[in-house]
Structures are given as C-alpha cells and as structure tokens.
C-alpha cells in the first residue's frame, strides 16, 4: 500500500515559480506510474502531469512548457516544478497513482498565484 503527502504550497505572485513535492510510503513507489492533479473551487479535479515508473514524462496543455515533473525513487518523493505561474493554475495540488488512483486521495497541497 502507498501513502501520499503533499507539500510545498503557497502564494505566490503571476509569473512566479513554486515547486511543491510528494512523500511516498510503502515498498512499491518505484514500480507506480505517477501523476499530478490538481482542482479548482467549483471545478472538477483535473490531470496535469504524469512520470512513468521509467521518468517518462506527460503534460496537459494548460501547463506545457511550463511546468516539470519529476520523481526520486530512493527518496519515494514526486516534484512538481511551476513556473510562470498563471491565476488560472490556483489549485489544490495532489498526487497520486497513474492511472488508477488510490482512494482515499491525500489532503492536497494549496497553490494560490494572485497579485
């Protein structure tokens, strides 16, 4: 069983950069796909990035080239490198399995870009 905590959130201003991360527990994180979620007020949450059990890598289009992930196997830790940050990416942040996430999801991580 794996166990997801989130952390690395906060405010931060349009076009500023902020690199949230995501502790794992448990034996199998090396052998899991990963991703990145996140989910805004009155919105639906939504896939943002994924690293394979490989570090190959994938991106929504809202985020390309803007934002990386990345994971430390021996560390059990997943990363989510933000930059450029837009008002539109204010967000609770998750991490979890790809694709089929664990339930319950963690308490998220909360990113808010605003002046």
């Known amino acids: 069983q794996v166990q997801l905590v989130e952390s690395g959130g906060g405010l931060v201003q349009p076009g500023g950069s902020l690199r949230i991360s995501c502790a794992a527990s448990g034996s199998i994180f090396s052998i899991n796909h990963m991703g990145w979620y996140r989910q805004a007020p009155g919105k639906q949450r939504e896939l943002v990035a994924t690293?394979?059990?490989?570090?190959?890598?994938a991106y929504a289009d809202s985020v390309k080239g803007r934002f990386t992930i990345s994971r430390d196997n021996a560390k059990k830790t997943v990363y989510l490198q933000m930059n450029a940050l837009k008002p539109d990416d204010t967000a609770v942040y998750y991490c979890n399995l790809y694709p089929a996430p664990l339930h319950p999801w963690g308490q998220g991580t909360q990113v808010t870009v605003s002046s």
């Open positions: 690293v394979t059990s490989g570090g190959n890598t």
